[in-house]
């Protein structure tokens, strides 16, 4: 079953669900039913009449009684005054909302589909009938709160979720691989593994590192700078706020406000504020939601000479969004992040290599964080032939941009799908996704084109022939965040980091307050040769120190009692091993080093 067929499985099925909750509930409001990825959802109005978890299965239960009674979806239309007064009849509040919407849209009719006894308004399209829905090829998995529209100054409803697939196979290959995926969750590792937490009183969306989750970004990060060092590029550094006159300039103030924060108001101290002082000279500033504009005002610091391109600058700069608290999520959404932002400012000539030297650079990073390069999706956002006039730049610059990425994601042989009506308003893009050990994809790296600044800031240089032109500016993201890339890695290793990336490559356990002593010069000798090391000296069991070091996933352990303080052999239990194998001090030392050599 393609893609397009399956999506239209999961859409009928959702109507099917709200079949049975009619039944079962014959009161409910019906708003919208939509697929999703992995299945579909519906949103309801129960009122006082509530639903919870335990009714689930019986929803689940009743769709599969009227699946078998192998019903047609039979489509129907009706003018948009008929529908509005039929679902006043039948007190569907929500229906008449969406339909007075679409009549103000210019719609003079809209389109029903019924099931049995059931109709519900809807666009279509849809199975033919319920003989297409394979018996246990779906079930209904969850429910959650969700607010009319999306906005919270609505109502909140109860949206319930199914998952389903074309066959009973591929639903039980999706649940082997969700428990996979909840074993792996890099929330519940986060905690596990004492890496990161977030706390409500600092802020939600913000997270805390603690000392082995700040190591661990502190090895990437390393990593980022040698590579980019190396790559040819540059670094450069910028504040976390801005003037206000910087974001209207950039067009940050009126095209993304949505998801800035309100000005900080400059003029006066908190102590002044408390006071209630008059501010006698005030400034506005907003927390950064980009670095760009930053790295154009560096450009525009001196005149620019055609010689000095490309101009390669980089910088991991925390930026900050609003994201509503219902929608943050662990690492993977949150309102304070790190970009590791580039920005490649070169000549027309050099836009070709630039592009390429990004991809290579790309697909570099990927594999050496042990990701499957042959796995990363990519898609190539155009700007469509419709709604032109909300795009920055001309025609002519539109399809020199869009033809020169569509080469290059040809000549790199990228697995690339064109997406018409994709693009950012500034310019098209080329957006990396790259699947998991189990099958999930994640959105990373970015290479975009940017028509937008160079225009707004009146960014040019000094050509060859001594006259004015504007170069053109490339953004790229390579990790997007690093905070959704330590999300992704944690869930790819499930904590099992290579030794190279582990905050803790080895832990040394005391047996007794005899041994601590020697423990920690043994410590103090891997930590001259670079290697990370943590030593449990508490008052526990042994029994109970190694039970807590597996749960840690350190890669080595080392247990210390007198045979080993009189010794020069370790007795080393790897990661994942029950068996202790003894070896030698310095060739456990050399056997780390080499290890962590891809690192250095």
Request: charged content about 35%; hydrophobic content about 35%.
């Amino acid at each position: 079953m393609s893609d397009k067929n399956l999506k239209i499985l999961r859409h009928s099925l959702s109507h099917v669900m709200a079949m049975a909750i009619k039944e079962l509930r014959p009161n409910v409001k019906f708003a919208i039913g939509p697929a999703i990825e992995n299945g579909f959802y519906y949103d309801f109005d129960f009122g006082d009449d509530k639903m919870g978890e335990e009714d689930l299965k019986k929803i689940e239960k009743k769709m599969n009684f009227l699946i078998k009674q192998n019903f047609k979806f039979e489509r129907s239309e009706l003018g948009i005054d008929k529908a509005i007064d039929k679902e006043k009849k039948n007190k569907q509040d929500y229906k008449i909302e969406l339909l007075e919407d679409l009549k103000k849209d210019g719609n003079e009719s809209v389109s029903y589909y019924k099931i049995g006894n059931f109709e519900d308004l809807c666009a279509g399209p849809h199975i033919e009938s319920a003989k297409e829905i394979k018996k246990g090829s779906f079930i209904i998995n969850k429910l959650a709160g969700a607010y009319w529209k999306g906005s919270e100054n609505n109502k909140m409803l109860t949206r319930i979720y199914g998952v389903a697939f074309n066959t009973r196979d591929k639903l039980e290959e999706y649940k082997k691989n969700m428990k996979e995926a909840e074993k792996r969750d890099h929330r519940k590792l986060g905690k596990e593994l004492d890496l990161f937490h977030i706390d409500e009183k600092v802020g939600l969306g913000l997270p805390l590192w603690h000392p082995k989750g700040a190591m661990l970004w502190r090895l990437i990060e390393d990593y980022w700078y040698r590579e980019h060092l190396k790559g040819g590029y540059n670094l450069v550094r910028s504040p976390h706020i801005g003037n206000r006159a910087l974001w209207e300039t950039s067009g940050h103030w009126g095209f993304f406000n949505d998801s800035m924060y309100p000005p900080i108001e400059i003029g006066q101290t908190l102590e002044e504020k408390q006071k209630g002082s008059k501010v006698k000279e005030s400034e506005e500033y907003l927390l950064k939601p980009m670095n760009c504009p930053f790295h154009i005002q560096i450009y525009k610091n001196s005149p620019k000479s055609y010689r000095e391109f490309p101009l390669r600058w980089a910088e991991c700069g925390t930026v900050y969004r609003f994201e509503k608290k219902g929608e943050l999520s662990g690492l993977t959404r949150v309102r304070g992040f790190t970009q590791d932002d580039a920005h490649i400012i070169c000549r027309r000539d050099q836009v070709e290599y630039e592009l390429k030297k990004v991809v290579d650079f790309i697909l570099h990073i990927f594999k050496s964080f042990g990701f499957d390069t042959n796995l990363i999706n990519v898609y190539l956002s155009l700007r469509g032939s419709n709604k032109k006039e909300k795009y920055a730049g001309d025609d002519k610059g539109w399809e020199f941009t869009e033809n020169m990425l569509r080469k290059v994601a040809k000549d790199k042989k990228l697995n690339f799908t064109e997406e018409e009506g994709e693009a950012a308003f500034y310019g098209p893009k080329l957006d990396f996704k790259l699947k998991d050990c189990i099958g999930r994809e994640w959105q990373c790296s970015t290479l975009q084109f940017d028509f937008n600044l160079p225009e707004r800031f009146n960014m040019t240089y000094i050509n060859s022939k001594g006259d004015n032109e504007k170069p053109y500016v490339l953004h790229r993201a390579l990790f997007g965040s690093f905070e959704r890339f330590l999300a992704l890695l944690i869930e790819q290793y499930a904590g099992n980091f290579p030794i190279w990336l582990s905050p803790v490559q080895v832990k040394i356990i005391s047996v007794g307050e005899n041994h601590i002593e020697y423990c920690q010069k043994l410590a103090d000798k891997f930590k001259l040769q670079g290697i990370r090391v943590e030593i449990d000296i508490s008052g526990e069991t042994v029994g109970n120190k190694i039970r807590k070091s597996i749960k840690e996933k350190n890669p080595y352990m080392l247990v210390v009692g007198d045979k080993e303080m009189n010794s020069d052999d370790l007795m080393v239990r790897d990661r994942g091993s029950e068996t202790i194998r003894k070896i030698k001090r310095n060739d456990f030392i050399d056997e780390i080093k080499e290890k962590m050599n891809f690192f250095r």
